[in-house]
């Protein structure tokens, strides 16, 4: 109840300390609208900054106070799952494991919680993601396993690639197209996925185990031949196999190396794409 009130009373100061921003905010552009001596230049100057100064504390303000007002309703065992120690989300990801299927909802929960990094109090909804996707995978919940799916697309590689160790650990073949363009994803991030520490590593090793648990290895390697050796004809004849069951999937994932930081890849893709004629 304590913390409950905490949450509640930081929200109106938020949104008290917004109000007052604002106000400043609108002062001050009314006076600048105005027109002002040139003695005053130095005056309108400075109110120019102080006005600026006071939006961007105010869009602060709303930002916080929004994600409060969304954490507000969160167990708190929920929103451990958030904070910025390990030790603490570890605890919160054992705590609820014991509780079995029960704690499905909660991890559901979590979900619907703001993705978001910034540090308003003890919380970063990356790794509330994250863990909860690690609990749902951990717990086989298949249930979850549209609501996983949207979490592929995420902005953070740490969730989409728990995200893709969910569905190789489920063994859930329909994720096979959505995960085939994860494999240009060379960003690092730092993952569980099924371990009992964090572990560094990056997205398209981890989409890459997933699909080997799939049965897809040989996909896998067929892929990778065509981007890391040069002008490879075989290695595209290869791939081309796949093309009858995964040709969309296939594409995206050569549009997605077009589009990544490795060149070569890049050359790789694009070559491979003229071929297709895609």
Not at 149 to 162: C, D, P, Q, W, Y
Not at 226 to 244: F, G, I, S, T
Request: aromatic share 10%.
């Amino acid at each position: 109840k304590a913390e409950q009130w905490s949450l509640k009373k930081l929200w109106k100061v938020f949104v008290f300390c917004a109000a007052i921003a604002v106000s400043v905010s609108i002062s001050a552009l009314i006076f600048l609208a105005l027109k002002t001596p040139t003695d005053y230049v130095p005056l309108a100057i400075l109110a120019t900054i102080v006005f600026l100064r006071l939006f961007f504390f105010s869009v602060d303000a709303f930002s916080r106070g929004f994600l409060l007002h969304w954490l507000r309703p969160l167990p708190l065992i929920v929103r451990q799952l958030g904070s910025h120690y390990e030790l603490q989300r570890m605890e919160a990801l054992k705590q609820l494991l014991d509780m079995g299927e029960k704690a499905i909802p909660f991890f559901l929960q979590a979900l619907e919680a703001p993705e978001d990094i910034a540090p308003y109090g003890d919380w970063n909804g990356t790794w509330a993601h994250q863990y909860a996707i690690e609990g749902l995978g951990r717990l086989k919940a298949r249930e979850a396993a549209d609501r996983v799916a949207k979490e592929l697309e995420s902005n953070h590689a740490g969730v989409r690639a728990t995200s893709a160790w969910f569905f190789g650990e489920l063994g859930i073949k329909e994720a096979i197209p959505d995960l085939i363009p994860l494999l240009v994803d060379e960003k690092v991030c730092c993952v569980l996925c099924g371990s009992n520490k964090e572990w560094v590593t990056s997205v398209n090793h981890i989409a890459a185990e997933a699909l080997r648990k799939l049965g897809e290895g040989e996909l896998v390697d067929d892929f990778k031949s065509v981007l890391e050796q040069e002008r490879d004809e075989e290695a595209l004849e290869r791939l081309k196999r796949w093309l009858p069951q995964y040709r969309h999937a296939i594409v995206r994932g050569l549009i997605n190396a077009l589009q990544g930081s490795n060149v070569f890849n890049a050359s790789q893709a694009a070559w491979a794409l003229g071929k297709l004629n895609a």
